[in-house]
């Protein structure tokens, strides 16, 4: 019969509701399968659920739903489940006809409140295991439940779910093999699946069946409703079927999956032999659920409810299909606490009585001692990027260090997390944004090219062949090994393709036998000359490869798959040390360091590495810097640390002594300035530049009255605290000392004055100040202000101001200093320091640690005649400042923006990144300004009334830390984020964050507030 002929009407609805229960409501209908299902309305009560069944329901399954949630109720202390509610002669199931004369069954359940699964946004790993929690809870609390009227065959249990086999001709060819694939996986897993544990389990926890809680932020499953294919089946079932509708939408489907399945254990143990079957039941779930759309198409084209999860569907079946199902067993298993693989314990156990020596392995080798060579993120051994890199050098390094322990043999490498694996096939994007395979799974021994190695033991040969490409094994070899009661597997890369391709696979190689030889860089894989060694307990799904990195999220699992090879060498000097933990770090910092020393982000991050762009941490994963702009040219920008190395192998010492680096320091700067700007001081920092340029100020005018601006920050020093709004009219402060002077905050978006043309109007409020000073019989020593007011969140100021504020200055005998720590050195795009946005050329400028990628080297640019008043016959010395290091480092720094076009790059990446955000801002109210020029813009967050959104801010600045992405958070109101990376930000950065941006953007919390 047709869909939209059986329906029930919502006037029909409201009508039986009355009529039976004697309630007033209004009906909303909700989607179904089995039932016509109403949202029914009640002033003042939570409301219900009506269920109406359609034409000739089975009133056994109607009767099993009635008593399933009778006994919930009665035995679910801590579930909260549907109540059923009985009608007006205390029925729990109504009888009644409807306007065509057709009898239905009728029941009213109680409407639980909360977001619906599908609706939630994020689905992160805390509420996937929520999930799991609740749905093992249900399982448990249904151990007690019995009933008669169990339906025994039916198309929702993946038991009898091979009839999807007769349906295979409604699938698009190029999803036949894969559907034909896990059909038949599941028939030839039978005669063990068959004898798992059943039990009565929900069946259908699906995404339109699950409830979450009203919370945000952490939020958690509140109620798992409709049972309506509750049956006896087995228990395994029930958690591949939640595993199955979480998995839909994500990257890695995986990861869900072992959240859910940990979740459920913890509440209601899984077994071994269940987790067998797990990967090829949830594939069966989406066969079955895509299967039943597919067919419903046909039946009832109307029916939206029933395509739901087609499309889903089908794109979590490719997915799924494409991991290895012995890598999910493996990791299911290490979910509920087994060892990832059944015969690990074996190994080492095995292990344990044997010792092995390296000269076994090479027999060319000078002793069976080690020498641990670090190569981790953290080696400082292994130095820069660059160094790494260059394979001669390298294996120079590899000589020296062998020369220096001639009786050793160089290796070391399990677990390490490692910075060199730089080529793209190590990366992938995962469900919080893009991840790095870093974790070595193997040893290195080090040896020179065409070293012999030979077999430890018997072994097949299972691989042999060249794995050709840039970081990969080059000639690889892997060998199995029988015992008595287990396998397992050992890999030997980086050999020389001949060596390794000389074997065929199936043939025997005895233990003391010559197994390949090393290789040679390009043709190992593109390295210096080792052996890449590594133990495996299964070939997962590999012929002609296997990986030997791994993602840092997968270490419980690989490192249970792959066991240490240094079982079999016991020695001291390839034991992992013990490294000190972020929580230890933490309590060190806070019993001895300030208490004023805050750190980033709710949960911090330990870094130990940079390059270009990009942070990284103890484990190696890479984090997108937006944030650091004080690493102007990149991270550890190799130019300029081999300039700084090379001159402090030299000589470092202050500027009483003659020297060239000081002064070509001073041509590469003058060469960026107004001609009138030709006098230069250098000093260590930001702080000591505007320190030296208000001291420079005083000597000038003879006055000691500072004009700032509010939520000004200038330094830490004394001084500069005193004219940093920033600081004084903030905790702790106590307010602007007698000699400061504050206008209001130049913001045209929320300042005291909005809008356009408020440059006259802010000059105006400078004027006032000037007026004050004036007032008391003094007057203007200095105006100090950045070209972009960076800690009041990145303010632009508005245009024409700053002209009219200098010549109100000037002409009442003050210094106007342009403060460019944060913006100076090409960073604006458009000209090479703030000011000269304006066309003003100020009497002083300062310039911070930007000029020497974070050393501690700056300066202090200004006129003759102020130069010539500050030098009254009081020495300015700086013991530091313009030291021939910081000198050489600050002149490559110029160079480096000068000589791969930064400022152009600032440019055309800050115009690109500023209006794709102005575009963001129009999908995305809560976007109220966007700001800035070049590579120092700001997002200012608020309501619909400009009222500050900082929560939703700092939301967003840890959303993305999350996704790999450094954000800071400023402003009075600490509602802006603020963009200024590194200058060397490109293109593919600038669209992977706004792509995170508008990822999270569009999450609960954050559409919430609009």
Sequence with gaps: MNYTDTKISIQEAEKILFEQYNIKGTAHPLPGYEDYNFRIKVDNEDGYVLKISRQNVNKNAISFLRDILLYLEKNSEDLITPKIIADTKGDYISEVLDNDKNRRSVRLLTWISGRVWHEVNPRLNNLHFSLGETSGKITKTLQGFHHESIESDFDWDIAHSLWTKKHIHLFPKEEQEIVNYFQNRFENELSTYTRLRKSIVHNDVNDYNILVSDNLINPKVKAVIDYGDAMQTQIINDVGICCAYAIMGQNDSLEPALQIVSGYHSVFPLQEEELDHLYTIIAMRLIVSYTSALINLKKEPKNTYLQVSAKPASKALKKWFNISSDFAHYSFRVACGY?????????????????FKVTELFPTAPSDEFHHIDLSVSSKWIGHQENFNDLDLFQFKIDRLQAEYPNKVLAGGYLEPRPIYTSTAYDKIGNNGSESR?????????????????ALFDGEVVTACNDAGDKEYGGLV????HLEDFEFYTLYGHNTVESATKHQIGDLIKKGEKIAELGNYPENGNWAPHLHFQVMMSMLDYEVDFPGVTYFKQLNVWKGLCPDPNLLFKSEALKNSNNITNDELIAYRKQHLGKSLNLQYKTPIKMVRGAGVYLMDQYAQKYLDTVNNVAHVGHEHFSVVKAGQEQMALINTNSRYLHDNINKLAKELIETLPPELNVLH?????????????????????????IASEVGYHGNTNMCVDISSYKFDGKGGQGAPEHTHIFPIPNAFRGKYRGENTADKYAEEVKQCIANIQSKGRNVAAFIIEPIISCGGQVELPQGFLPKAYKLIQEAGGICISDEVQTGCGRMGKTFWGFQLHNVVPDIVTIGKPLGNGHPVAAVACTKEVAEKFANGMEYFNTFGGNPVSCAIATEVLCVVKREKLQENAYEVGEFLKEELKKLSKEFPVIGDVRGQGLFLGIELVDNNLNPLAKQTDYLANRMKDHGILMSVDGPDYNVLKIKPPIVFNMENAKELLFYLKKILSEDFMTSTI
């Design 478 to 481: 892997i060998l199995k090994h």
């Design 438 to 454: 870093t974790i070595h799974l193997g040893i290195d021994f080090w040896f020179h090219a065409n070293t012999p190695v030979h």
């Design 339 to 355: 060892t990832a693989h059944p015969d690990t314990e074996k190994f080492n156990r095995w292990a344990s009585t044997y010792q």
């Design 682 to 706: 250098f000093v260590n920092s930001g702080s000591e530049a505007n320190e030296l340029a208000i001291r420079m100020a005083k000597a000038y005018s003879g006055e000691k009255d500072i």
